[in-house]
């Protein structure tokens, strides 16, 4: 993880290593497409982990046997699951990915708007008997100084 973390941030991308710059480019523009499944929070183009290298060497070979993007970002899916795209498809096993960040976002709302209208502005909360007669005796005692 520490390794993935560094190497994001001494490079943007990965370095290049095709001699042909076209299909280098082509390489980069899918690479961006898919999560590096070391790192987790980097495309396999941002990230210098051994098996991002791998992974763009794949791709280049791919490109070089006439494959198009959709049929590699296919493979990848099939072969390292729904997870490897960063925008994963919207189906019944991806659902929770798209709608689940919504789901707390608004259960965390209701909650706060709830807690808020429970308590009454200005009213302080209540205290047992015994934190009552604690305060009071210190009240009394700050007097005394």
Do not use: H
């Not at 495309?43 to 791709?59: E, N």
């Not at 006439?66 to 795209?85: H, N, S």
């Not at 709830?114 to 308590?119: A, L, N, V």
């Amino acid at each position: 993880m520490a390794f993935c973390a560094a190497g994001g941030a001494l490079a943007n991308t990965a370095v290049p290593s095709a001699a042909d710059p076209a299909l280098e480019a082509r390489v980069m523009v899918i690479a961006e497409e898919l999560r590096c499944l070391v790192c987790q929070n980097e495309t396999i183009a941002a990230s210098q982990a051994d098996l991002a290298v791998d992974l763009r060497q794949q791709i280049r070979e791919q490109l070089k046997q006439g494959r198009t993007q959709p049929q590699i970002l296919e493979f990848m899916a099939k072969r390292y699951g729904d997870f490897v795209l960063y925008r994963p498809p919207l189906k019944a096993t991806t659902v929770l990915l798209w709608v689940g960040p919504f789901v707390l976002l608004l259960i965390g709302g209701w909650a706060l708007v709830r807690r808020i209208r429970r308590q009454r502005p200005g009213e302080a909360p209540a205290l047992s008997s015994a934190e009552l007669a604690r305060a009071q005796k210190m009240l009394q005692g700050s007097g005394d100084s």
